[in-house]
């Protein structure tokens, strides 16, 4: 078997010579632990070798009631999707999904459903998958599983578009498929046939804020403006990155930033910023980005546009580069105007070794996303 689960110092080890923009974030957690820079995320991370690749797992870490979606299924089942249902605006359909939520978050409060292993969990909103080949993909579904015989193991982040090889071999191993969200990929020919991609990127050079460079000095301000809009305007149940994380994701490259102040003037203060991760994700080594890192200054009046003038530097990062873009969940109206391509993404469980009380409330989670969760995750792009 290629894949197996590394010692804390095997794992320090490989992570010091590793290439990957993740890297110095994983070691980082492994010595201080994840809450040091993701607060309500209390995990026991554990790092999986396959082939050339290293994946982390997560295993849950009690003692703390603040938890984020990234490290709990109640949470991301129950009570986000609770939180989301505003999107349906007030009708009868809302309060029927209220009580049909409801429901199913009293039951995976007794059902002992935390007791999970995350595969590919970066404690992000969306975790980029490296290319694997399909014998490695298999090796590293048999080491968790051997590994955690206890907990159900669930891949997070996995949907057909960006990883049809992984879906298929999961299939293969009997995972249970449950929808998690809508995601959005674009490409930059997606971005040259859209008039309204094209006419977001042109305003760049013209747009009162432009873009300077991004420094420690900035960190406080970075992480306030990532807090306005991921925390305050959208949940808090979204990742909540501390200061920490941003003081050294800025300082060590973990992820790569762009600022923008107003007239271009850094003594004007960050109004917006973006930050971004590239990996290589295809089988010919096709490279895409996501954006964990999105804020802006939510009191600013709406007609500044800062919103659209991130999109627009991620579209201008894209085309620079030569990347394809993950462009996560949300603002689906937006983003499938300027080209992009929704696809739903799932969390693919694997249950089998578990006795059926454990496995029941992942059929529940898998029947109600399918025929309830799915239909309306299309419609709209939750």
Not at 83 to 89: D, I, S, V, Y
Not at 99 to 119: D, H, K, P, Q, T
Not at 254 to 273: E, K, Q, S, Y
Not at 329 to 351: C, N, S
Request: positive net charge; glycine residues 8%.
């Amino acid at each position: 078997m290629s894949a197996r689960r590394l010692t804390h110092d095997e794992a320090l080890a490989r992570l010091d010579a590793s290439p990957d923009m993740h890297a110095p974030f994983l070691t980082a957690m492994l010595r201080d632990g994840s809450t040091a820079y993701v607060a309500n995320a209390p995990a026991v991370l554990h790092l999986f070798a396959v082939g050339d690749a290293l994946i982390p797992v997560t295993t849950p870490r009690d003692g703390q009631s603040e938890r984020s979606y990234v490290v709990s299924p109640t949470v991301h089942f129950a009570d986000y999707s609770a939180a989301e249902l505003h999107k349906l605006g007030h009708t009868p359909a809302e309060a029927v999904l209220h009580g049909l939520i409801a429901g199913v978050g009293a039951c995976l409060r007794v059902s002992g459903i935390e007791r999970v292993a995350f595969v590919n969990n970066y404690l992000l909103s969306t975790n980029l998958w490296p290319a694997l080949a399909l014998r490695d993909i298999h090796d590293l579904i048999e080491a968790v599983a051997a590994a955690f015989p206890d907990h159900a193991v669930a891949f997070r982040s996995v949907d057909a578009h960006g990883q049809p090889g992984l879906v298929g071999a999961l299939r293969a191993a009997g995972a249970r498929f449950v929808p998690a969200r809508q995601v959005w990929y674009e490409t930059a020919a997606d971005i040259a046939r859209k008039r309204l991609a094209r006419k977001d990127m042109s305003r760049l050079a013209r747009h009162r804020w432009q873009r300077v460079d991004v420094t420690q000095a900035n960190a406080v301000r970075v992480a306030d403006l990532y807090g306005q809009l991921y925390l305050d305007k959208y949940s808090r149940l979204n990742p909540q990155m501390t200061l920490r994380f941003f003081e050294r994701a800025i300082a060590e490259g973990w992820l790569t930033f762009r600022g923008f102040a107003r007239d271009g003037d850094p003594a004007n203060g960050l109004d917006a910023v973006l930050g971004y991760v590239v990996r290589a994700t295809g089988a010919a080594g096709e490279r895409t980005m996501t954006q964990p890192v999105f804020g802006y200054d939510t009191t600013l009046p709406q007609h500044v546009g800062l919103y659209r003038l991130l999109s627009a530097q991620v579209f201008a990062e894209a085309r620079e580069h030569g990347l394809a873009m993950h462009l996560s969940g949300g603002a689906g109206g937006f983003t499938q105007a300027r080209g992009a391509t929704p696809t739903p993404e799932f969390l693919a469980v694997l249950d089998r070794h578990l006795p059926l009380r454990r496995r029941t409330p992942w059929v529940l989670l898998e029947a109600v996303g399918t025929r309830v969760g799915l239909p309306l995750l299309r419609r709209y792009g939750l």
